[in-house]
Nanobody, 124 residues
Framework: QVQLVESGGGLVQAGGSLRLSCAASGRTFSSYAMGWFRQAPGKEREFVAAISWSGGRTYYKDSVKGRSTISRDNAKNTVYLQMNSLKPEDTAVYYC?????????????????WGQGTQVTVSS
């Protein structure tokens, strides 16, 4: 049982940066892989990044790889998504999610718990 709350979204210019945070409640946070997904208006929710239980393995959507970094601090029960060189096509509601699959997963069906989302808007 995990409760997730995202924060850190906002309005930025193209080329700017944001650091999203996801605070989790629950004593077994370190037993969950964590993922970030996003959903733009009229589009399906899509995978962005995932991090394993230990934090030793990370995975990214091709379009964000190289300019985004997912990390976690199990002592603080928090997962982060640092996004640099933001583009208008990154505009979406970003959700964090928790999975009992060791490395997370690429599908929403791999995740049992979800936050409420935080809006990211990138202007040109």
């Amino acid at each position: 049982q995990v409760q997730l709350v995202e924060s850190g979204g906002g309005l930025v210019q193209a080329g700017g940066s944001l650091r999203l945070s996801c605070a989790a409640s629950g004593r077994t946070f370190s037993s969950y892989a964590m993922g970030w997904f996003r959903q733009a208006p009229g589009k399906e929710r899509e995978f962005v990044a995932a991090i394993s239980w230990s934090g030793g393995r990370t995975y990214y959507k091709d379009s964000v790889k190289g300019r985004s970094t997912i990390s976690r601090d199990n002592a603080k029960n928090t997962v982060y998504l640092q996004m640099n060189s933001l583009k208008p096509e990154d505009t979406a509601v970003y959700y964090c999610a928790a999975s009992r699959v060791y490395n997370g997963g690429y599908s929403i069906s791999d995740y049992a718990y979800w936050g409420q989302g935080t809006q990211v808007t990138v202007s040109s």
